[in-house]
Structures are given as C-alpha cells and as structure tokens.
C-alpha cells in the first residue's frame, strides 16, 4: 500500500452525526475534536507525514453565536492543553489562516504552539483556522504588490514558486490526498492552489465516526490510483 504523504481533511458531519444521536450540535464539535486526537496517532502510525484539518473557515462566522462561542471555546481547549500533550509527541503544529482576526488570547496560545512544536521531527500537523482559500489568496496578493511597491519584487520574480511559498502552507508539500467526510463533495474554499493534482477521496461516514478502518479504506482508494500531474501516461 502506497501511503500518501500529506493527507488534507475536510472533517465535516459533526452537526448531522450529533443529530442522529439525538444530542446537541456542540457535542458534534466535541467529538469530532476527540477524533481529530485519535486521527494523530493514527496517520503517524500508518506513516503519514503531513496531516491538515479544516478546523473554521472564514465562512463559519456566519453560524450562530452559540455555535462560534462553542467551536472556539474547543479551540482554545485544544489549543492550550490537548494539543501541547500532542507537541510532546514530537508533533509539529502549525496554524494556517488568517490569524489577526481571532481573539488575542487564542492568537498567544497558537504562537506558542508553533514555537514550543517548532524544532519536532514527527508528524507535521496543520490546522486552518479563521481560513478560506480565497482570504489566503488575497492576503498573499496584498503583500506582494507591498513587495513590489518597494521595490523589492519585479513581475518577473512572480513564479508558481513564489506563490506556493508564499502561501499560508509556505514549505509544507501540496496534500497527496484529500478526504471529504459526511457525503458532500465540494471544497469549500479549502487549499484551492494547494489540491491542484491532489486525489480526492469521499465517504459517507461523518466525521466522529470517521475511524482507522477509514482511513485505511481512504489510502487503500489512493494506492490503487493512476496518479498524473498532467504528462503523459
Ligand atoms: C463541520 O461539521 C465541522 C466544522 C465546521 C468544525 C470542525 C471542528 C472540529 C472537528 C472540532 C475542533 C477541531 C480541532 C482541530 C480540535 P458541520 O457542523 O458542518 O456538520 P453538519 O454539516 O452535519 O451540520
């Protein structure tokens, strides 16, 4: 089984699957945050390098204040507890998204994060937050042309290498496989640059339920594939 490197994914389902079991949308949230720690040892078990999760994007503002103020509270839970237990697992974190328009506070704990998980060789795991591929796009625009308004970048210096690093994602590798849970197929503003020749893979199942046998099921759909970037077979 040929293991892919960088697997992206889109965690959705944890308000359907909280329905069905006739609880509260929030214990969705919260059991899709538990799996998300499961998913960890997992994908680094099955040799997984990269592991990104779709966590809030900068559409999620517009769900209820009640939803917003749960997500976040989780968030920040994560973020200043359950992930440090992750980071001295010789897990890297990094967050992508655009920071600056979160609460001060959980802008420190990601901070910390990143530094305190800076220097670990494990499985390198990314979240987005407050992210929308768009956003990333135009933020990315924005201070490139400040570049150039310098003086310090010509149009000629503006490759499909500058872009990339320059991109949220910088120096981590375009995801080999993304994975949809819960029925939807759509990206939904997610890595819209990064995906260009990454697998996609859909499952019914939504995302607290998504478990190792899966995953395994998502990478075995993988191995099996032709994959092309576009040249000849
Ligand atoms: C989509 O399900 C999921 C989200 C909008 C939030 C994802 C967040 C988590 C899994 C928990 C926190 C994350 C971390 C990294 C600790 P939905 O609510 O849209 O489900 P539905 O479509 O069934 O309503």
Redesign the pocket.
């Known amino acids: 089984m040929s293991v892919p490197n960088h697997v992206a994914v889109i965690?959705?389902?944890?308000?359907?699957?909280a329905?069905s079991k006739g609880l509260p949308?929030k214990m969705?949230?919260?059991q899709?945050?538990k799996?998300?720690?499961d998913m960890l040892y997992i994908a680094d078990e099955l040799g997984i390098k990269y592991f990104t999760?779709?966590?809030?994007?900068t559409e999620?503002w517009k769900r209820s204040e009640e939803e917003v103020s749960a997500?976040m509270t989780?968030?920040r839970s994560?973020l200043s507890s359950?992930f440090k237990k992750t980071a001295k697992n010789n897990v890297r974190i990094r967050i992508i998204g655009d920071r600056t328009g979160l609460a001060k506070d959980i802008q420190e704990l990601i901070n910390d994060l990143e530094e305190s998980s800076k220097d670990n060789t494990g499985l390198q795991f990314q979240?987005a937050i407050n992210y929308g591929s768009r956003d990333e796009i135009v933020r990315m625009m924005r201070s490139m042309a400040l570049e150039i308004e310098a003086g310090n970048l010509s149009s000629d210096d503006i490759t499909e290498e500058y872009v990339s690093k320059h991109l949220d994602t910088g120096d981590i590798p375009d995801p080999d496989l993304l994975i949809r849970t819960?029925g939807?197929q759509r990206l939904s503003n997610f890595l819209l640059w990064q995906l260009a020749y990454t697998e996609f893979y859909f499952t019914d199942k939504?995302?607290p339920e998504f478990d190792k046998e899966e995953l395994v099921k998502a990478i075995e759909s993988y191995s099996k594939r032709d994959r092309r970037f576009g040249d000849a077979k």
């Open positions: 965690m959705d389902g944890n308000g359907r699957w329905k949308r969705g949230h919260v899709g945050g799996n998300v720690e999760v779709y966590a809030f994007s999620n997500l989780l968030l994560y359950g979240i819960s939807e939504h995302w």
